[in-house]
């Protein structure tokens, strides 16, 4: 069946009468796409964000003017599994985010006041360093991005990244001695 519809739809792509406007995926092939995110572990309520995500992707294919898939529904369900490996980095991503973002509320030391002047003593140095380490001081520790996403992200080279790094850290730990914090 699900065959069938794709060699249809090819048939009528050929023929020129193109079902422009009309939902890229058949009841049939959104169904599939539900149960290959639901399989990889992506949340009912998250679901129907999924679907739409494989019907963006399939428009934006056809409008890129790549040529259709030969098989829409096998096409669809290896997109759907992509989207819940990358649901799965985002949530993974988030959690550690949120643990140090918890670690970084709860004191490490058993005095308020001396948590309070190392977070506005790290707070100076952030603000003191240039843009572009500050930058990818934040993608790497706050956002919890590796060193290859930042590089991706800013369109710089990896090394680039470390060496700012580097830089700022060094920096950083300079300021935090200069003001006897650490």
């Known amino acids: 069946?699900?065959?069938?519809?794709?060699?249809?739809?090819?048939?009528?792509?050929?023929?020129?009468?193109?079902?422009?406007?009309?939902?890229p995926l058949d009841a049939a092939q959104e169904?599939?796409?539900?149960?290959?995110?639901?399989?990889?572990?992506?949340?009912q309520s998250d679901l129907p964000d999924g679907v739409q995500q494989v019907r963006l992707r399939l428009l934006e294919r056809a409008a890129s003017g790549r040529e259709e898939?030969?098989?829409?529904?096998?096409?669809?369900?290896?997109?759907?599994?992509?989207?819940?490996m990358d649901w799965h980095r985002a949530k993974r991503r988030q959690d550690r985010l949120g643990e140090r973002l918890a670690a970084l509320r709860?004191?490490?030391?058993?005095?308020?006041?001396?948590?309070?002047?190392?977070?506005?003593?790290v707070a100076r140095g952030l603000d003191e360093l240039p843009a572009a380490q500050r930058q990818v001081v934040v993608l790497r520790f706050f956002a919890d991005l590796p060193v290859r996403d930042i590089a991706e992200e800013l369109g710089i080279p990896e090394g680039t990244v470390k060496s700012r790094l580097?830089?700022?850290?060094?920096?950083?730990?300079?300021?935090?001695?200069e003001d006897e914090v650490v």
């Not at 529904?73 to 759907?80: H, L």
């Not at 004191?107 to 002047?117: F, Q, V, Y």
């Not at 850290?169 to 300079?174: E, I, M």
């Open 69 to 84: 898939p030969r098989d829409v529904s096998a096409w669809a369900a290896v997109v759907a599994s992509n989207l819940a």
């Open 1 to 23: 069946m699900l065959r069938g519809r794709t060699r249809r739809d090819q048939a009528a792509h050929v023929a020129g009468t193109d079902r422009t406007g009309d939902d």
């Open 106 to 121: 709860e004191p490490a030391h058993p005095s308020g006041e001396e948590t309070s002047l190392l977070s506005l003593a």
């Open 31 to 43: 169904r599939r796409v539900r149960a290959v995110l639901a399989l990889g572990g992506v949340p």
């Open 166 to 177: 580097h830089t700022a850290v060094r920096a950083l730990r300079d300021r935090l001695h």
